[in-house]
């Protein structure tokens, strides 16, 4: 059983920055694939960005050059640093593990767990 504690989420003016955090409670964390997922109203949830066990990460072409996933396994977190943040950014954030491979994968059928996702709010 894996659990997940998003933090970090709040409203910011375009252009600014946010840091999300994702404590994960899993015993072979480091071994997971962490990815955050984002969904605003009237929207299909999609990929933001992740990271595999091995610390390769990938990008949705919407964030690439903004936004930085990372993850420290000693303390079991994931982070997403947002920066330049735009209006559309306006979601609901999650964070999720898929823990049977180490792989990132967009899909999120996928992934095994979920965080209980923060709100992320940009005014223009």
């Known amino acids: 059983q894996v659990q997940l504690v998003e933090s970090g989420g709040g409203l910011v003016q375009a252009g600014g920055s946010l840091r999300l955090s994702c404590a994960a409670s899993?015993?072979?964390?480091?071994?997971?694939?962490m990815a955050w997922f984002r969904q605003s109203p009237g929207t299909e949830r999609e990929f933001v960005a992740g990271?595999?066990?091995?610390?390769?990460?990938r990008y949705a072409d919407s964030v690439k050059g903004r936004f930085t996933v990372s993850r420290d396994n000693a303390k079991k977190q994931v982070f997403l640093q947002m920066n330049s943040l735009e209006f559309d950014d306006t979601a609901v954030y999650h964070c999720a593990a898929r823990i049977y491979t180490g792989w990132i994968d967009t899909d999120k059928e996928r992934y095994d767990y979920w965080g209980q996702g923060t709100q992320v709010t940009v005014s223009s």
């Open positions: 990271i595999s066990g091995g610390g390769v990460t």
């Open positions: 899993g015993r072979a964390f480091s071994t997971y694939a």
